[in-house]
């Protein structure tokens, strides 16, 4: 099988793509950062191999790519798109007559795969988040401050001028809102605080093309990308600024696993040992990628899936073919 459709999830359609060689695979969901950020031409694309063991889903979260036509932006909440997520995966269990399924969660996607693990763990096999978020206004503090250390020391005037006229983000805001957090963005990757391995200026470079090259997009999603990705950011972003897991989310039932790129400094790593210090769970793990930014999945491919496989293997074994 491999199918894009739309399926109804909240009330609204919204696209996915399944692709599996062998429909009793274990399913692994991933969930996509930004907020808005869909990413289905590189999961479903660029790790194609991890087929031989998984049925493999991507999902345009309501309000951007092939789920952007006729969402009220009212709706998109970090509550609703959890709301979808346990949806979503509920209708996989029902598909695929599975009782649990995986779930990746990356950036944002990791606010929404680390609250469906806590509040669903009767759909949750077993979680891993990579570009992790903890606390969004220590998020962006860290990661502010340091850019501004970086252009300091290599006398980025420019740099040191915008960044300065933004100040420090309050609450994990930016004057100018996305304007304003894209232009940081724009000098934390020029500095390699997002990849090791990209250091152009402009945080999405490169993107769309990547995109339009990959052949998962129709015209539609594409359009439903560039009209929904700032919406979503206005509005999703005040509340990734409140989030504080290490207050509100500590225990767990199902196996917490976290993946992160130890020269991430956009969900920095810094912030990740004290929380996971304090979370209980059957099983957790913390796995730091030392040449690895935001997404170690993309940085460290090879090293990524043989951690995601030694992890999901005794689950999968200890599932009798529920999982």
């Known amino acids: 099988m491999d199918k894009q459709t739309k399926i109804k999830i909240g009330g609204v359609m919204q696209k996915i793509h ?15 950062g930004g907020p808005g950020g869909i990413n289905r031409h590189d999961v479903m694309h660029n790790h194609r191999d991890l087929l031989d063991r998984f049925t493999l889903v991507g999902w345009d979260q309501r309000g951007v790519g092939g789920s952007y036509t006729g969402v009220d932006f009212e709706s998109v909440t970090k509550e609703r798109i959890v709301e979808d997520a346990a949806e979503l995966a509920a209708w996989l269990c029902r598909r695929f007559d599975k009782d649990k399924i995986f779930i990746l969660g990356l950036s944002w996607g990791s606010c929404v795969g680390t609250l469906l693990a806590a509040r669903y763990p009767e759909l949750v096999a077993a979680y891993v988040g990579y570009g992790q978020l903890v606390n969004g206004h220590m998020n962006e503090v860290v990661s502010y401050n340091w850019t501004l250390e970086q252009a300091e020391k290599l006398g980025d005037e420019e740099a040191l001028k915008e960044l300065r006229a933004l100040g420090e983000p309050i609450n994990g805001m930016y004057p100018g809102g996305p304007v304003g957090l894209m232009k940081q963005r724009g000098y934390l990757k020029k500095y390699g605080g997002v990849s090791p391995n990209s250091h152009a200026t402009a ?44 207050k509100t989310n500590t225990r767990f039932e199902v196996p917490f696993f976290i993946f992160h790129g130890k020269q991430d400094l956009n969900t920095p790593w810094l912030l990740i040992p004290d929380w996971f210090e304090k979370i209980e769970a059957p099983e957790k793990d913390l796995i730091f990628f030392e040449n690895s930014g935001h997404n170690p999945m993309s940085d460290e491919p090879e090293a990524f899936k043989k951690a995601l496989r030694e992890k999901f293997e005794p689950i999968i074994a200890a599932g009798g073919g529920r999982i």
């Open 18 to 32: 399944i692709i599996t060689e062998d429909e009793k695979n274990p399913i692994i969901l991933f969930i996509h």
């Open 203 to 246: 945080y999405y470079a490169g993107k769309l093309e990547t995109m339009k090259a990959s052949g998962e997009y129709t015209r539609a999603d594409m359009k439903g990308y560039l009209a929904g990705t700032e919406r979503s950011l206005e509005k999703l972003w005040p509340e990734i600024g409140a989030l504080d897991f290490p």
